[in-house]
């Protein structure tokens, strides 16, 4: 069966620090990965997604960046945090056919 | 803009009786139907999904399609304290995403 690993659960950064949230599916091969934030009182935005290996599609232009360096490892960068990052990120992952799935999410609180 | 409306809520029922969410979408040519349970500080889970080809039904949960209407119900029978939670609708269109309302938040009270 499928699983999806994302880390860290929680995470507190300063303004202006760097940011690296990393997610991994196992038991699919070429899934399509997604990037998903949930701020609070607001619904899931789609950030990125990736439908093969270095394939990034991006929905919102922010100071947010995806890489998919291998066909089941999905990353979310930032060079500088801002206020207004924070927010739970969620990984997800589908292939054709079958529905969405989320990884366990990452809070994260930027400082 | 492809939009998913629903009601933020909370919705309120008692235990045992039969909770209705519903949302509505504006992309017509939606093909497929998702519906979403999420316990607070937790993510999203599925619970069941639907095609533009009719209903389903599993367990205590129902998920109706009405095309013409543009909107997706999902119905809960004997509901439980257990089943408090914000439930998302999701609907896929011709592209790769899925596009979420924000949620109706249910609270079944004992």
């Known amino acids: 069966s499928q699983t999806i690993h994302q880390w860290p659960a929680t995470l507190v950064q300063p303004v202006g620090s760097p940011l690296s949230l990393e997610c991994t599916v196992e038991?699919?091969?070429?899934?399509?990965l997604y990037w998903y934030r949930q701020a609070a009182g607001r619904g899931l935005q789609l950030l990125f997604y990736s439908v093969g290996i270095g394939q990034i599609s991006s929905e919102v232009p922010q100071n947010l960046s995806a890489s998919r360096p291998q066909d089941r490892q999905f990353i979310l960068s930032s060079k500088k945090l801002l206020l207004s990052d924070s927010g739970f990120y969620l990984c997800?992952?589908?292939?054709?056919?079958?529905?969405?799935?989320f990884g366990n999410g990452t809070r994260l609180t930027v400082t | 803009q492809k939009e998913v409306e629903q009601n933020s809520g909370p919705l309120s029922v008692p235990e045992g009786a039969i909770a209705s969410l519903n949302c509505t979408y504006s992309d017509r040519g939606s093909q497929s139907f998702f519906w979403y349970r999420q316990y607070s500080g937790k993510s999203p889970e599925l619970i069941m999904f639907?095609?533009?080809?009719g209903d389903k039904e599993d367990g205590r949960f129902t998920a109706q399609l009405n095309k013409a209407s543009q909107y997706v119900s999902l119905l809960i029978r004997d509901s439980q304290p257990s089943d408090s939670a914000t439930y998302l609708c999701a609907v896929k269109g011709s592209g790769y995403a899925l596009n979420f309302g924000k949620g109706t938040s249910l609270l079944v009270t004992p």
């Open positions: 038991g699919t091969s070429n899934p399509n």
């Open positions: 997800a992952w589908s292939v054709p056919g079958l529905p969405l799935h």
């Open positions: 639907i095609y533009s080809n």
